[in-house]
């Protein structure tokens, strides 16, 4: 086995005349002899076990009546608003429970704006629900975009309209894993029908509607 040395600021080539190098940008294999010198990528460490890419939940199942509750919260949103909404998800390790928690949200036909805000003591973000009001749950290229930094799960509803669909993942270090939603929620009792989360309703307002002019003309008319 050729030894491992790490490209960090205070690096200086070793006298290995065979060595591996890690570096910000990669794995490389170094070479030296009478002949040559050479520094080639390469994809792994000769004689290793071999890794894939992967993920896994760890936490419980999240409770189907909690899911129920934030579809009732995203229709009554969209037959109000005709717009996204979003909502944080929660969990506490000590109880292994999780919390939902409303952020303060503009929200505007397929847009919305938000600030997550502090979270509890105790408590991890662990991810993300949000609305595609009608159209179909899948994660948008900007659904990527926010969450190329947001570690942790990410849930889209859509079709709220008709029969919700949903659409989950991992995001680790802005790679996107999809996840089947029945590993990760609980079945949603169908015996009762949810009620209207008014308190959550209260840190959702309307994006005003662009305007171009000083005396408030909209800018579409």
Known sequence: MFPVYLKDAGFEPPDDPIHYLVTADGLFLVKENPVFRSCVRVRGIRGLQGQKDEVQWKPPPIP???????????????????????????????????????PEQYVSGGHLTYVPGATPPGKIRVGTIHSHAEADAFHSPVDDGDEAHDDGLHVTVGNLNGTFSLSCS?????????????????????????????EALTHIHVEPSPRDSLDGKPSAI
Do not use: C, N
């Open 170 to 198: 991992l995001v680790v270090d802005g790679r996107r894993f999809p996840l089947k939603s029945r590993d990760i929620f609980e079945p949603v009792p169908r015996e009762t029908a949810p009620e209207v989360w008014y």
């Open 64 to 102: 189907g009546a909690l899911l129920q509750r934030v579809v009732g919260l995203f229709r009554e949103v969209y037959r109000r608003h005709k717009s996204e909404a979003i909502v944080l998800l929660l969990y506490d390790p000590a109880t292994q429970e999780y919390e939902l928690s409303v």
